[in-house]
């Protein structure tokens, strides 16, 4: 993305939070990740749940949290099932601004500080895709396993 375009997007982010974002938002996610965990294994029985992506295609409702600290990503490797569509929850911990890249799964979106994002990928093919963060690429860097 150009310098420009990020820019913008950047005011446009600051002016949402100055109008109604309350901070802490980053804590709450976490416990909100802990609960659906919780509320999913209670269904185990139950058929898999089903939410719709922005193209309105099913994806599992499963979340992997990925999390930025310290302008490293957390965890660094994660494991994904093969041939599903994945939502990826991207938390941003530092109170500095990241984008998340992946030129491998052909996605780049800014997350403020303090903020999260959610990131559809796949379905995939069994392989490794690497993904970093562009505002700090020496340090955040992780893959993304599918197998
Ligand atoms: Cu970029």
Redesign the pocket.
Known sequence: ?NRFL?LSLMTVLVGVLALGWTPGSADEGKKESTEEKGTEKSKETEEPEYEKDENGKPVKKDVYVIQIKDHQFSPVRIVVPAGEKIKLRIENLDPTPE?F?SHDLNR?K?VIGGGKITVYIGPLKPGTYKYFG?FHEDTARGVIIAK
């Open positions: 993305m990020k984008e890249e780049e800014i562009e």
